[in-house]
């Protein structure tokens, strides 16, 4: 029989269920498993952490849940595993494993791989400017990290030495299972096709359970989120690979799902650049392959870049939320008029005390549907509970503490129904933001730590570099012309769909459900349309744009909303800076179809 290596999905974020690591242990029968921590969001905090306590700066989370409460059960099946729970400090964090390794009695052979902070030489990438917006480098004492995202191959090369776990800083997501498959099979730079594969393999799982029933538009179907499972590929040596999970887990393995998660945070699927290979997924295709089985072929790769993307995260002031219910009626409109009437208080509070004003705030209703703009829905208006949110910015913290104090007062002086938010008063935190970059591969050699002996990681460069006219476009789906009876029917009739955010940015990937549907679907969601869609999602932008892409493989399109999410992350005051519930706004979305279509 041909080789098949099996990696599970144990962890998609910082803060991802316990439950994952021994229920794979328990049933997914694992080579590999990868617990991926690290967003840009998460660099920011433990950035900010490790400034504090230098000995810090790694998921403890990994450390002290995963690890600590699973390496005998990793000992005794012999399974590696892969992690980016180093974070700014994985030296740390090999330290703590081998502390409470050697507690338990056992040794593990664990390699570190280092060289991506870059936090320490930021010459290498002062005076760039900002990739997608333009602007200027930050203040050098601002900055919180500042790291290159590496690629599989030093995890390979960790491997191939000899070790049976590898701890990595900042590597892209995918690379945590596509390193494991260079070593296994032998992969080799040039292998564009293959290393395209192995990162979707990687890119499938490395969210956890979302590539198993979690956030799937038909989540109705999705049985027993209790003790959902989390997701096991079995990959061959041609790249293509089988999504599955423990048995009698809950959950749901099924193409769509897994098309859902395979758009997931993509922009253009023809560009998606990884520091291994610049993968193409739009001749992807994803079938059943048998009882909560689904097997995932088809993706093709070209030459990288040559230039690895860096990483800066920085504090460019202060920002405030708070959270205050209101109930009874009119509560929606009571809402409203309470933020504004504390804006307005601590607006003249800063005057007096001679502060700048405000730099940005935002009141958003939620029980309202504040977050839909116009297409929100008159019946929301009236709802009898809603919560005020009220984010502010500021570049002084003694600002926001005003607004700390006075966002309390509305509890005994202003809207009746207001009933107090007795969890903690709102806090002031920094507004973290993301600077991008490239860098050459050479500046930022990749290095292997293991048994008390350290290698260098060489960094080839591509013959010949990724370039856009290497890109030959699917072509499109013609564009029906509308005859007989029409009839509007909102867009989850016809697709599903799931969004994520990239940057100052989101995407929402649309799958159709039956292939007929994909013309229709097509001509409803121009880019015109769907701009005007979501226009209230690119308020303040200087360059809003949407860009659709085919993927003729999955029978779908992928939107790329440009500007769109107010900054993204930590540095927006929106409700849903990550973008999860977009594409659950466009799923509203009427579109036109023959009356005989959809029956």
Known sequence: MSKTIRIGGAGGFLGDSSVAAPQLLKGGDLDYMILDYLAEATMSVLGQIKAQRPEEGFARDFTEWVWKDNLRELKARGVKVITNAGGLNPHACRARMEELAAEAGLSFRIAVIDGDDLSGRLDVLQGQTELYTGAPFPPREAIFSANVYFGGRPIAQALAAGAEMVITGRVVDSALALGPLMHEFGWRDEDHDLLSAGSLAGHVIECGAQATGGLFTDWEEVPDWAHIGYPVIECAADGSFVVTKPPGTGGLVSPAAVAEQILYEVGDPQGYALPDVVCDFTRVTVEAAGEQRVKVSGAKGYPPSGRYKACITWGDGWRFIGAMPVVGRDAAAKARRQGEAVLE????????????????????????????????????????????????????????????????????????????????????????????????????PASVD??????????????????????????????????????????????????????????????????????????????????????????????PRVIRYDLPGMNAINLHCIQALGGGQFSSLRLDPLAKGKAQQLLDMPVRVPVGLVG
């Open 450 to 543: 293991l048994d008390g002996r350290r290698f260098t990681v060489e960094a080839a460069a591509p013959a010949t570099p990724f370039d856009d006219s290497m890109v030959t476009r699917p072509e499109a789906a013609p564009t029906p012309a509308e005859g007989g009876e029409m009839v509007e029917v909102p867009l989850i009739d016809l697709a599903w769909a799931r969004s994520g955010d990239k940057g100052d940015a989101f995407n929402v990937g649309v799958i159709a459900r039956r292939p007929e549907y994909l013309p229709w679907i097509r001509k409803g969601l121009s880019e015109t349309a769907v701009r005007a869609w979501f226009a209230h999602e690119f308020e303040g932008a200087s360059d």
């Open 345 to 444: 208080r601590v607006g003249e509070m800063l005057r007096d005390r001679n502060l700048p004003p405000l730099r940005a705030s935002r009141i958003e209703i939620l029980g309202a549907e504040a977050s839909y703009g116009a297409n929100a829905g008159a019946a929301a208006q009236g709802v009898r509970e809603v919560v005020t949110r009220v984010g502010a910015e500021h570049d002084d913290e003694r600002a926001l503490r005003l607004l700390t104090r006075e966002f309390q007062s509305p509890t005994t002086s202003m809207s009746v129904g207001t009933t107090g938010w007795f969890g903690g008063a709102p806090t002031v935190t920094p507004v973290s933001r993301v600077f991008s970059v490239l860098v050459p591969r050479e500046a930022a």
